[in-house]
């Protein structure tokens, strides 16, 4: 790449890492009221979601990947900021999971879901999902949603608008849901399919080690031809 110097004033334009996992980085080293700012942007594509990259990231983003588990390949941009005297750099990233790869299985749901795609922001521990979109074998999850991942480990999570089709009480979904839920699920047994539409689901954890993980839901549920066993009646 290049690297140019006028003064006190640094460029850097079109830096590119070797290998197989191509990164480009631009940016800026300038003079600022008290000292120096340095602004880098990295961008990558089909960057593999390893322990590597997960050990350069800040422990805030560390506890988000450990709660999302998420697995595949991602497309980035990365902005860096840091002003000389600071404690630590303000770093800004967003993430678009490659579908034919990206999944995740979250800790505090554990329901895989493959096929990721849309975007997920990350910025000073504050987490946005826009458009996410995944499946669960004939099941389609799309929803957005809102995090914050504090610096002192607690964590909240929240999905808004969520929606979901075909979706059946298999064990992989009784499981994953809340004890309550899969209490009434369980005495209920319900076959066929439903859809959810307009769905709020926040989970949060306090920042105590042995504290346990809270759910809230909030669901507009459709039938679909669903009829409950334990009762022989049809579910409208």
């Given amino acids: 790449g290049l690297i140019s110097a006028e003064g006190k004033q640094w460029t850097f334009h079109e830096l590119l890492s070797g290998g197989t996992r191509l990164v480009r980085c631009d940016g800026s080293l300038l003079p600022s009221k008290t000292d ?7 961008a990558g594509e089909q960057m593999p979601l390893d322990e590597e990259l997960r050990l350069a990231v800040p422990e805030s983003i560390q506890r988000a990947w450990a709660e999302l588990r998420p697995r595949g390949q991602v497309d980035f941009v990365a902005d860096v900021r840091y002003q000389s005297g600071s404690t630590k750099p303000n770093i800004r990233v967003k993430l678009s999971p490659r579908p034919e790869t990206a999944s995740v299985e979250p800790r505090f749901f554990p329901y895989l879901i493959e096929g990721l795609d ?58 994953a849901m809340p004890p309550k839920l899969r209490k009434l699920i369980d005495q209920l047994h319900p ?18 080690p042995v ?10 549920l459709d039938c679909h031809q669903t009829r409950s066993e334990e009762h022989t009646s049809e579910l409208q």
Avoid: C
Wanted: charged share 25%.
């Fill in 211 to 220: 504290a346990a993980v809270k759910s809230s839901w909030d669901m507009q």
């Fill in 191 to 208: 076959t066929g399919t439903f859809s959810l539409h307009d769905t709020v689901l926040e989970f949060s954890k306090a920042a105590s």
């Fill in 36 to 42: 120096m700012e340095l602004n880098l942007q990295f």
């Fill in 118 to 175: 849309g975007s997920l922001t990350y910025d000073e521990g504050h987490l946005r999902l826009d458009e996410m979109r995944g499946r669960h074998g004939l099941t389609k999850i799309r929803t957005n949603g809102e995090g914050y991942f504090g610096p002192q480990g607690g964590w909240q999570i929240r999905f808004v608008g969520l929606s979901a089709d075909r979706v059946s009480a298999s064990r992989d979904l009784v499981m």
